[in-house]
């Protein structure tokens, strides 16, 4: 059973995602928060392996949380459910270790899955932010960015001009997380295709990543 904490400051949004959760096998809601105060105050006895966090918390932000869970060395799984947020909060939400990013206008079933892609150990981040132009410079975006060693590995699969398959097989992972992680590098990064990411990557990373 995957124990699931819910933070969100609306709550009737709270209790209708909570219904939804506690009828799907396997997850079980353990607490409901509305403040960053709250949330901190029962993660030590609740103990969730999961976290569905809203990143506008009244006066205060989700990265409020992550800096917590940061702090306290919890394992513990994050992800945003938002009704949006800009490219730069998600750069910077990525880079603090959440796994997953799920708008508020998308289907439950599209959340459910996203939940269950998060459990399985990918990182999924909302076609939205995929899919949409680049707001800054990417290589003032690169020279920012923190690679985690499942990115380096990835990276250096697509340097080699292997397809996300053979990635998959050498990493022995499947094929859905290698697009889930290239998903993950795309929004990091501020770029929208593999060339734009080995380019970029190259210029700004090349000792780091060949």
Known sequence: MTRVMLVDDHALFREGLSRLLDAETGLQ???????????????????????????????????????????????????LVTVGLTRAELRQMLNHGVAGVFLKNNPPAMLLEAIQAVLAGDTWVDPKYVEAPIESAPGEVFRRVRFTERDRQVLRGVFEGLANKEIAQRLHVSESAIKASLQQLFAKTGVRTRGQLVRIALEQHRRELI
Do not use: F, W
């Open 29 to 79: 809601v353990v607490a409901q928060c509305s403040t960053v105060e709250e949330t901190i105050a029962q993660l030590p006895a609740t103990t969730p392996d999961l976290i569905l966090l809203d990143y506008e918390l009244g006066d205060r932000r989700g990265n409020d949380v992550m800096h917590y869970l940061k702090s306290a060395q919890m394992d513990v799984k994050v992800m």
